[in-house]
């Protein structure tokens, strides 16, 4: 079993950046990638952004290319970030960080490759 817990999420005026967290503990077989996906107001979750098991590789979404930087400090670290800079009031939504443990730690954008979500932490961006 892992788990997985966000942390950095709060409110920020447009143009602004915040980073968010995803600490993981508990232990799992295999290679697993780690992705970050939001599900805005009255929306749907969708992806944001996956990092390879490697490090290696990453899939960003075409709405946060260039904006958000997922990654890890190193490949031992057990927590992962994402860098949101030039926010917009359309990325406000809750964030989740999910490890894809199906794989063999290939970045993959799908959410029913992730076997494991955290919990969520909130991201307001005001206009």
């Known amino acids: 079993q892992m788990q997985l817990v966000e942390s950095g999420g709060g409110s920020v005026q447009g143009g602004g950046s915040l980073t968010l967290s995803c600490t993981t503990s508990?232990?799992?077989?295999?290679?697993?990638?780690m992705g970050w996906f939001r599900q805005g107001p009255g929306k749907e979750r969708e992806f944001v952004a996956v990092?390879?098991?490697?490090?290696?590789?990453?899939?960003y979404a075409d709405s946060v290319k260039g904006r958000f930087t997922i990654g890890r400090i190193s490949a031992k670290d057990t927590t992962v970030y994402l860098q949101m800079n030039s926010l917009k009031p359309e990325d406000t939504a809750v964030y989740y960080c999910?490890?894809?443990?199906?794989?063999?730690?290939?970045?993959?954008?799908?959410?029913?490759?992730?076997?494991?979500w955290g919990q969520g932490t909130q991201v307001t961006v005001s206009a």
């Open positions: 508990g232990s799992i077989f295999g290679r697993y990638a």
């Open positions: 999910a490890a894809d443990s199906y794989g063999l730690g290939e970045a993959r954008t799908e959410e029913r490759f992730f076997a494991y």
């Open positions: 990092l390879s098991w490697s490090g290696g590789r990453t899939i």
